[in-house]
C-alpha cells in the first residue's frame, strides 16, 4: 500500500493557505468563491469525523487592500494592516463556515507564547478543548504585536510548530508551488517535479535554493522544507501542493498523486530547542 493511501485514516489535520492563495492578485481583495470551497472542504473532514486546524495567512494583504494602500513601507503600517485585514479575514471565514454548519475559532500565536512553557501549554489545551468542542481553529501569528527580531516570520513554519504542538499526523501546505522540483521551474524548463520525498537530505534541499515565493506572502520553498523538517521529526506528513482549486484537498486525502509528499520519521523533536534556534 502506498502511502497516499493511508492519508485518508489521518485523525488530525493541520491545513495552511498562503496569501496569494486567498486574494485576488490584481486588486489584493478577497477571492470569496475561493474561500468559499475551503470552508466547504474543510467542514467535509471535519464531518469525517477528523481534527482539522487551519493556518491562514492573508492579514496583511487582505487590510493593505482594504485600506486602499499601495505598498507599505515601514513595520508600523504592516501591523496596522494585519489589525485590519485579520478581523476582515475571519469575518468571511466564519460567514462561510458557519453555511456548512461549522464553527470557527480565531488563535493568534506568537513566538514568545511559544517559547514560555506555561503560554505554550495554554495554547496545546485551548486547541484540545476547540476540538473536542468540534471547532476549526483558524491560525495565524500575532503580526499586530510582534517585532521583527522575536517572530515566527512566515507562516510555513508556524503550520509545522502548530502541527508538533497538537500533534497533528498530516500538514498539508498549499500555495502557489505545486511542490519541490529538480530546479526552479520558472527558470529552468527541464526541472523535473519530484512527487515524494522519503528523507529529506542536502540532495533535496539544494534543489529548492533560490525558489522565492509570491509576492503576497513570505515563504518560499526553503521555509517549505524547514516546515517539513518540523513535521516530519514531530510524526507527521506533509504535502506541499497547489492552492488553485481547493477541491485539492479531499484529492489529496483520497490519496491522489498531486503535489509533494513528504514521508514522517519521527524522532526525539524538541519544540523549545527548535524555537530557540531559530
Ligand atoms: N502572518 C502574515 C499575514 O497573515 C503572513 C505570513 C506569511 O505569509 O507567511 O498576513
Given at each position: 500500500m502506498s502511502i497516499r493511501e493511508h492519508l485518508k485514516n489521518r485523525r488530525r489535520v493541520v491545513i495552511k493557505v498562503g496569501s496569494s492563495s486567498l486574494v485576488?492578485?490584481?486588486?489584493?481583495?478577497?477571492n470569496l468563491p475561493k474561500i468559499e470551497i475551503l470552508a466547504r472542504e474543510i467542514a467535509d473532514l471535519k464531518n469525517q469525523g477528523k481534527d482539522v486546524a487551519l493556518v491562514s495567512s492573508g492579514a496583511i494583504s487582505v487590510g493593505k487592500a482594504s485600506m486602499g494602500l499601495k505598498s507599505l513601507h515601514t513595520l508600523k503600517e504592516k501591523q496596522a494592516c494585519a489589525a485590519v485585514g485579520q478581523v476582515l479575514l475571519m469575518m468571511v471565514y466564519q460567514k462561510f463556515f458557519s453555511e456548512y454548519g461549522q464553527k470557527t475559532a480565531q488563535i493568534l500565536l506568537t513566538k514568545e507564547t511559544m517559547l514560555d512553557e506555561v503560554s505554550r501549554e495554554n495554547a496545546r489545551n485551548t486547541f484540545e478543548q476547540l476540538f473536542s468542542m468540534g471547532v476549526v481553529p483558524i491560525v495565524n501569528e500575532?503580526?499586530?504585536?510582534?517585532?521583527y527580531d522575536i517572530r515566527?516570520?512566515?507562516n510555513d513554519r508556524l503550520s509545522a510548530i502548530v502541527t508538533a504542538l497538537i500533534n497533528a499526523d498530516l500538514l498539508i501546505l498549499l500555495s502557489d508551488i505545486r511542490g519541490l522540483y529538480t530546479d526552479d521551474p520558472r527558470n529552468n524548463p527541464e526541472a523535473s517535479f519530484i512527487s515524494e520525498v522519503d528523507v529529506l537530505d542536502e540532495h533535496f534541499k539544494s534543489m529548492a535554493k533560490g525558489t522565492t515565493g509570491s509576492?503576497?506572502?513570505?515563504?518560499?520553498m526553503s521555509t517549505k522544507l524547514a516546515a517539513a523538517e518540523i513535521a516530519s521529526a514531530a510524526g507527521a506528513e506533509m504535502i506541499i501542493a497547489d492552492?488553485?482549486?481547493?477541491?485539492?484537498i479531499h484529492k489529496l486525502i483520497g490519496g491522489e498523486d498531486l503535489g509533494t509528499i513528504f514521508h514522517a520519521h519521527p524522532h526525539e523533536f524538541q519544540l523549545m530547542d527548535y524555537l530557540k534556534r531559530m
Open positions: 485576488h492578485e490584481e486588486t489584493g481583495g478577497l500575532n503580526d499586530t504585536v510582534e517585532t515566527f516570520g512566515d509576492d503576497f506572502g513570505t515563504g518560499g492552492a488553485s482549486d481547493f477541491r485539492i
